[in-house]
């Protein structure tokens, strides 16, 4: 007698899910949050470097209002007195998937021209200016205003050199809001 085939239908189920096992190149960096100013610590994209804790705020601000910002929070726009800070900032854009490419930090000439400082007095001598930037002068954007350029921001696009750019809207409330990052003092 012969006997019955069974055929059975192929049962390999789900093997042919690829396995995911990529997130091993990434380094995941431990911030801790705790001596951060509480106002601060639960939001999104904080940092903690050295003795400070770095805010960064996706929202648009003129660097005025940006400032602003950072000083209602009890802080102030983020130094870069270095190089180490430096990439600090630009690691951690990088990390949390930043998308916009320019952020102002706090250096400004507003006092007198040319004479760039930080926020908190100190005068520049780290500095990570683009060739031709840092000189009041506007290289044709399109809102120029002839030449009124005191507040800086790094541009990611610009492999993360500082350019000088007005500090404030020109008309109304149009143009020069990016975003920015705060910095403040550890507890
Ligand atoms: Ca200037
Ligand atoms: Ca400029």
Known sequence: MGHRMSVFG????????S?????NNISYVYSDLSHCPSRIRSLRYVHEYLDSCVLFVRD???????RANCRRLGGDLVMVKDASKQSFLLNYLRLDHWDTDNIWIGAT?????????????????YSQFADGQGNN???????ANGGNEDCALIRRDDGGHWHDYP?????GAFGYTYSYACEFRKI
């Not at 192929?10 to 899910?17: A, T």
């Not at 396995?19 to 997130?23: L, M, Q, T, V």
């Not at 000439?109 to 001598?125: H, P, T």
């Not at 500090?167 to 008309?171: A, G, N, S, T, V």
């Open 10 to 17: 192929d049962s390999r189920g789900c093997s042919n899910i």
């Open 19 to 23: 396995e995911f096992n990529e997130s």
């Open 60 to 66: 648009k601000k003129s660097w005025q209002d940006g």
């Open 109 to 125: 000439d507003q006092s007198r021209e040319g004479d760039w400082r930080w926020v908190d007095g100190s005068k520049i001598s």
């Open 137 to 143: 002068h506007n290289n044709g954007f399109l809102f």
């Open 167 to 171: 500090c404030k809207p020109i008309l």
